[in-house]
């Protein structure tokens, strides 16, 4: 059974930094695409930044230069490093992963969420 599993939210200031990884275990032939979605109360879930098997990234515009993603094929893991955080990030952050598990095809998977919080 394939699982995402986030760590590393929790609270800050306006102007911090923290640091979001996401695990995936299980038996696992294939990762492709790996992201970070958000979603704020009464919004829709939206994509933060995602990034391909080969390492190309994508960001929405309201984080580009802030925030970077990154991976690490090997540990099978995803990074959403988070810089000059601001109050409109506070947010459950979701990790995403389209996965190919052994018999199967790919889809995606999605993490438990992780809650960070932007104070002012």
């Known amino acids: 059974q394939v699982q995402l599993v986030e760590y590393g939210g929790g609270s800050v200031q306006a102007g911090g930094s923290l640091t979001l990884s996401c695990a995936a275990s299980g038996i696992i032939r294939t990762i492709n695409a790996m992201g970070w979605y958000r979603q704020a109360p009464g919004n829709e879930r939206e994509l933060v930044a995602s990034?391909?098997?080969?390492?190309?990234?994508n960001y929405a515009d309201f984080v580009k230069g802030r925030f970077t993603i990154s991976r690490d094929n090997a540990k099978k893991m995803v990074y959403l490093q988070m810089k000059s955080l601001k109050p409109e990030d506070t947010a459950v952050y979701f990790c995403?992963?389209?996965?190919?598990?052994?018999?199967?095809?790919?889809?995606?998977?999605w993490g438990q969420g992780t809650q960070v919080t932007v104070s002012s």
């Open positions: 990034i391909s098997s080969g390492g190309s990234t």
């Open positions: 995403n992963a389209d996965i190919m598990a052994i018999g199967t095809v790919v889809r995606p998977y």
